[in-house]
């Protein structure tokens, strides 16, 4: 499952992208897609097969949008 959190302002010039990724290859997903995608957005990718903070998984699981699921 790949979801899309809220954009965030990271810095004055740039904005990111929160993904929270669950399944498969989430080093490679999160390397593919900071090389491979033509945007000057940062990607932040969450790996929530890994222990992630309650109040975070509470976060992605009230506010975050379902790219795409198998």
Do not use: W
């Not at 904005?15 to 090389?35: H, K, P, T």
Request: aromatic share 6%; net charge negative.
């Amino acid at each position: 499952m790949v979801g899309v959190g809220q954009l965030h302002q990271r810095h004055v010039c740039t904005a990111g992208v929160g993904l929270a990724v669950s399944g498969g290859n989430v080093a490679e997903f999160s390397c593919d897609i900071d090389y491979e995608t033509p945007t000057l957005l940062m990607f932040d990718v969450v790996n929530l097969d890994k222990p992630v903070s309650q109040a975070l998984r509470d976060s992605i699981e009230r506010d975050g949008v379902v790219l795409y699921e198998e």
